[in-house]
């Protein structure tokens, strides 16, 4: 079992819709989560961040960690083509300087 | 530049050649991190530098990959011998900080073993 389980997708949408993306782990070690978005040929940007359990809000953006179930999920509301992007999670532990690691990356289209 | 810039974008060499792998990271940024990303896989660990000196470098595949930086600035990543199995995107990512939510990517080195 991978440290990091992410389902690929992909996943469309019809602009408007709400998007649920998520990724389950395995190691209680991490504490610090995050979602990023990668367009084609680009690299990855921070979306969220998020340390330990509990939901963050940033626009239409909402990340929630439930460490209790080792599940962690970005909600995007009134999805926008623009929002056409590879979605990754990654987790790291406290240590300073500590590698991040990926899920595999879920593929969203959301159409006009 | 503001970003983290990366050279060359694409790379084609042929089996067995060594390649060289650049990173210009954000002036000021401590911090540099390799990845690789193969289709389907993901983003790999490869290697973390604070300055010069590169306290994990536990992602490294095998001893035909290398790296090192200078001047607490500029990266390169070397490959010899290269295998096909070596194809991917390579991406490098500077902080200022060694916590994980600095990183500033770049777009990355497409690299194709023929």
């Known amino acids: 079992q991978k440290e990091v389980e992410q389902d690929p997708g992909p996943l469309s949408v019809p602009e408007g819709a709400i998007v649920s993306l998520n990724c389950t782990y395995s190691?209680?070690?991490?504490?610090?989560f995050m979602w990023y978005r990668q367009y084609s040929r680009k690299g990855p940007e921070l979306l969220m961040y998020?340390?330990?359990?509990g939901n963050k809000e940033d626009g239409r953006f909402t990340a929630q960690v439930d460490k209790s179930s080792k599940y962690i999920s970005l909600f995007i509301r009134d999805s926008q083509p623009s929002d056409s992007a590879t979605y990754l999670c990654?987790?790291?532990?406290?240590?300073?300087?500590?590698?991040?690691?990926f899920g595999k990356g879920t593929t969203l289209s959301v159409s006009s | 530049g503001a970003g983290v810039s990366q050279s060359p974008s694409n790379k084609v060499t042929e089996k067995g050649k060594d390649v060289e792998l650049r990173c210009d990271p954000i002036?000021?940024?401590?911090?540099l991190y390799w990845y690789r990303q193969s289709l389907g896989q993901g983003l790999e660990f490869l290697i973390y530098?604070?300055?010069?000196?590169?306290?994990?470098k536990s992602g490294l595949p095998s001893d035909r990959f290398s790296a090192e930086r200078t001047g607490g600035s500029v990266s390169t990543l070397t490959i010899q011998r290269t295998q096909q199995e070596d194809s991917a995107v390579y991406l490098c990512?500077?902080?200022?900080?060694?916590?994980?939510?600095?990183?500033?990517f770049g777009s990355g080195t497409r690299l194709t073993v023929v």
């Open positions: 530098f604070q300055g010069n000196s590169a306290p994990d």
């Open positions: 990654a987790m790291s532990g406290n240590q300073a300087g500590t590698a991040l690691i």
């Open positions: 002036s000021g940024h401590t911090a």
């Open positions: 190691n209680s070690a991490f504490q610090y």
């Open positions: 998020t340390y330990s359990s």
């Open positions: 990512a500077s902080s200022p900080r060694t916590g994980p939510d600095g990183y500033t």
